[in-house]
């Protein structure tokens, strides 16, 4: 579908770009010719994936990647992440807010620290990443692309209602952002995937998850490609004209079945 040098010579940054969806676009784009640096927390992950993606470099048109460690909760270490690009790659094009992490619990039993620290990051660190690379590279350039990866709480989130409430939170501030910042030449998109078979899920209990898929109109999971086609499509010039929508991803899973078991 896409050229190979589809983002030849542009820079992304793919925050959790070391496990899971995130390597699945970090992989889609390095194939597409883009250079990419993934971030996270852990440098182990990311060394390990740096290497699983220097290992699928099969032709130059591959894009490089590197990884800096990056805890999108700091905000010191977001900007010292905008420096460091800045001082590097000297550009930013694409920004893909992956990076984040739940806990399924009822409403009730949630600890004022456990609501914060999943509002934090799933709603403070796609902020301070959005607004720091947008300031230092996407407005002064007049150009930049930012896919958001929420979740679908199109019904709300039952048994998690925290990152129910800091995805809808990047849902309404994609919408937000995509009026404000049209005149900087700047798209912004979300994409909302349902339950995907992926490393993400490893957080989850088996019997969480059981039976989950008869819950699903098409009856399986999704995979971690199919997001990554998807934000692939929303980074690339095929969706010129697309900014402030979310893009459920989930077999028709928000409009029928309750999936998790309270
Ligand atoms: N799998 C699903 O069914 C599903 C469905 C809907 C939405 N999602 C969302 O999609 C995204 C990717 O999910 P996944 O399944 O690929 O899960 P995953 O493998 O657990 O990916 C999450 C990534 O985010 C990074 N991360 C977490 N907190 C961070 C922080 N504070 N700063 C920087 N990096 C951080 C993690 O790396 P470190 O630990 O090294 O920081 C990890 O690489 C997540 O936001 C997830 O919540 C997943």
Known sequence: ??????FKDKVAIVTGGGSGIGFAITQQLLELGANVIITSRKEERLITAIEKFNALRTNDSFGKVRYQVCDIRDTEQVEALAKNIKDN????????????GQFPSLAEDISFKGWNAVINNNLNGT?????TMAKQFFIPNQSGRIVNIIA???RGFPAMVHTGAARAGVDNLTKTLAVEWSKYNVQINAIAPGIIASSGLENYQPEFLEGVEKAIPMRRMGTSEEVANLTVFLASPFANY???ETVYIDGGQRLWGDFFKL
Do not use: H, K, R, S
């Open 127 to 131: 902020w301070y990443m959005t607004q």
């Open 1 to 6: 579908m896409f050229l190979p040098n589809t």
């Open 152 to 154: 679908n709480v199109f």
């Open 242 to 244: 697309i900014t402030g």
């Open 89 to 100: 790659e000297g550009t930013l094009d694409i920004l893909v807010n992956n990076a984040g």
